[in-house]
Every structure is written in structure tokens, then in C-alpha cells.
Nanobody, 118 residues
């Protein structure tokens, strides 16, 4: 059973930085695409960044956030710089992962809170 475990959230002042990590584990698998989503209070979940055949970002984070992956560690990251109060949300990692048992399906992390406040 493949699992995604997130880490790295917390409280940060405006202008600060955080790096979120998402580590996959559980048997033999192949990670296809990876992504980060976020959901702010009272709002719908939105796609923040993804790596498919290209790397994409939602407009509000372009130039501030960077998504990356380390295939050797089965881990991917979201580096967040110049954080703003409006970045406050629960952040979720997601990945499309292939296993022999299930084929390619989407997996989600448990979510990590990011609060940007002075």
C-alpha cells in the first residue's frame, strides 16, 4: 500500500520561507506525475503546482514557489518563498503512482497546515 507522508508546514511571518516535503513509501511503485494543492478556509481546493511533462504553477505563486522532485528518494518538494498571508491554507501533496497491483492511481498526502501571519 503506497502512502504519501507530508512534512514541513508551520507558522511563518510574511516574507518568510517554508519547504514542504512529500515522501512516498510502500513496496514497489513508480511515481508518474506529482502536484501540490491547497485549501484555504472557506475556499475550494486549488492546484498550486505540478510536474507532468512540464512544470506548471498557478498565477498567484509564480516566481515565489518552486516544485521539485528527487526520484532517488521518492520525494517531492514545494519551496515557498516570499510568503503572503493569502498563502495560508492546508497544503496537500498528490501523485499519480503506478503499482503492479493497482495500475496508475492518484494518491494524496494527509495535509499540512501553513500559516502566514505576523
Amino acid at each position: 500500500q503506497v502512502q504519501l507522508v507530508e512534512s514541513g508546514g508551520g507558522l511563518v511571518q510574511p516574507g518568510g520561507s517554508l519547504r514542504l516535503s512529500c515522501a512516498a513509501s510502500g513496496g514497489f511503485f513508480v511515481i508518474n506525475t506529482v502536484a501540490w494543492y491547497r485549501q484555504a478556509p472557506g475556499k475550494q481546493r486549488e492546484l498550486v503546482a505540478s510536474i507532468t511533462s512540464t512544470t506548471n504553477y498557478t498565477d498567484s505563486v509564480k516566481g515565489r514557489f518552486t516544485i521539485s522532485r528527487d526520484n532517488a528518494k521518492d520525494t517531492f518538494y514545494l519551496q515557498m518563498n516570499s510568503l503572503k498571508p493569502e498563502d495560508t491554507a492546508v497544503y496537500y501533496c498528490a501523485a499519480n503512482i503506478w503499482t503492479m497491483r493497482s495500475g496508475s492511481i492518484d494518491h494524496w498526502g494527509q495535509g499540512t497546515h501553513v500559516t502566514v501571519s505576523s
